[in-house]
């Protein structure tokens, strides 16, 4: 077990891999962005269960992911524009406020190995690689081959990354707490209807706009 530093937040779930941009103005989270600079450490980012997110103080799930700092930039009014990308999932045994901002005692549990029916990693690597190529049509680019991650778990924490934007956290906590790796791609796979169905709509109307800007200026 080790300690590590915590952002609480209240709408956003972190997944390994995924990015969180940040705007950080509280003091309190000022020094810990700039400890965990000095010390190279990351810092823990965990869903608030009970409480607020700025001013008072908030009690996360046990369950968060580790995020290490990729870029601090200073923006006006005393600010910070934090990038982090989050990397391993942990779980608080005890928590602490004797800092300015809260810490925690803390595991790092490792994914249950299960077997996972291979129709489901490739209904979900699938629907996976749908999104991705939709995602490539909406930013302009193209990419002869799309793949994703091979392990199930992996796969099941990208479809949930890519699902982050759109979906309830009451529908991706569970997906942060299950280290059964088959319960958690059932859970991501579930996602996958919905994020197409939104993804679509957005290329239409990123498409829509974006020839219509063409016929504008000719």
């Not at 080790?2 to 709408?11: D, G, K």
């Not at 989270?29 to 990351?42: G, R």
Request: contains cysteine.
């Amino acid at each position: 077990m080790s300690r590590l530093r915590l952002f609480p937040l209240e709408s956003t779930v972190l997944f390994p891999g995924m990015e969180v941009p940040l705007v950080v103005f509280e003091e309190r989270y000022k020094q810990l962005v700039a400890e965990c600079l000095a010390d190279s450490e990351p810092f823990g980012v965990a869903l608030i269960k009970d409480g607020r997110e700025v001013g008072g103080a908030a009690v996360p799930y046990p369950m968060g992911t580790t995020a290490r700092l990729e870029s601090v930039l200073p923006i006006p009014g005393g600010r910070l524009r934090v990038s982090a990308r989050g990397e391993r999932r942990f779980r608080a045994i005890e928590l602490y406020s004797d800092r300015p901002y809260l810490s925690a005692e803390v595991e790092y549990p490792v994914d249950e190995v299960v077997p996972v029916p291979e129709s489901l990693v490739e209904r979900a690597a699938e629907g996976y690689r749908q999104l991705e190529r939709l995602r490539q049509t909406m930013e302009a680019l193209y990419v002869r081959e799309v793949r994703g991650p091979g392990a199930p778990g992996a796969l099941a924490d990208a479809i949930a990354a890519a699902a982050a934007s759109v979906t309830p956290v009451e529908r991706l906590q569970p997906l942060i707490e299950a280290l059964d790796v088959r319960r958690r791609l059932e859970l991501a796979s579930a996602l996958l209807t919905d994020l197409v169905a939104v993804t679509h709509r957005q290329v239409r109307l990123v498409v829509a706009q974006r020839w219509g800007s063409v016929e504008r200026r000719n």
